[in-house]
């Protein structure tokens, strides 16, 4: 039962540098978002998608990027990262919107 | 717009003592209700969920009521074990004031349950 899986589980990245987390689906999920945790902070929405071919903005989108690739694919690009983007971030499906969601390993992201 | 607002801890218990999370919410229409569990390095896990107002949702030896009354979802269990030792959220989606697709959570109780 794979669920949803994240990769890369840990990265250290240079201020200005770019990458590109990816989540990958197999529960046939429509919906897709993207999370930081943050100590002290909860989960905060980054982006979504509620179906294929669509996103949205959470509460905290600036810096960042998606791509929903297809129905199983919702990747997040840091364009240019920076010290405060250092969280981990969670990637999860639901069903459809409003309804549970999964939720990936994370990603340990430290930019120095 | 809608919210979740949660004890935020850290409780520390014995075990075999009882819990109490307490969770309040604030939502227009008739939301869902979630609690999540996260263990040390892993995500988030569902442990349970209500949809309607009097519904219980339980798993595991907790439970927790949707009380629209009270605009309350507050987590109990009745003896806890040192593998409960977790952080645990409180969420809610689908009120009338949500934005669609988005789950709100509550900022996380850290439970700690000494042997």
């Known amino acids: 039962n794979a669920g949803v899986t994240q990769t890369p589980k840990f990265q250290v990245l240079k201020t200005g540098q770019s990458m590109t987390l990816q989540c990958a689906q197999d529960?046939?999920?429509?919906?897709m978002y993207w999370y930081r945790q943050d100590p002290g902070m909860g989960l905060r929405l980054i982006y979504y998608?509620?179906?294929?071919?669509?996103?949205d903005k959470g509460e905290v989108p600036n810096g960042y990027n998606v791509s929903r690739l297809n129905k199983r694919e919702f990747s997040l690009r840091l364009e240019s990262a920076a010290p405060s983007q250092t969280s981990v971030y969670f990637c999860?499906?639901?069903?459809?919107?409003?309804?549970?969601?999964?939720f990936g390993q994370g990603t340990r992201l430290t930019v120095v | 717009g809608d919210s979740v607002t949660q004890m935020e801890g850290p409780v520390t218990l014995s075990e075999e003592a009882f819990l109490t999370i307490n969770c309040t919410y604030t939502?227009?229409?008739?939301?869902?209700l979630f609690w999540y569990v996260q263990y040390p390095g892993e995500g988030l896990q569902l442990l349970l969920k209500?949809?309607?107002?009097?519904d219980k949702g339980s798993n595991k030896g907790f439970e927790a009521t949707y009380r629209k009354e009270t605009t309350s979802f507050h987590l109990e269990k009745g003896s806890v074990q040192v593998s409960d030792s977790a952080v645990y959220f409180c969420?809610?989606?689908?009120?009338?004031?949500?934005?669609?697709?988005?789950?709100?959570f509550g900022r996380g109780t850290q439970l700690t349950v000494w042997p």
């Open positions: 529960m046939n999920h429509n919906s």
């Open positions: 969420a809610l989606s689908g009120g009338r004031g949500s934005t669609l697709g988005r789950l709100y």
């Open positions: 939502a227009t229409g008739y939301p869902s």
């Open positions: 998608s509620a179906s294929e071919g669509t996103t």
């Open positions: 999860a499906s639901s069903a459809t919107a409003n309804t549970e969601a999964f």
């Open positions: 209500a949809t309607k107002a009097d």
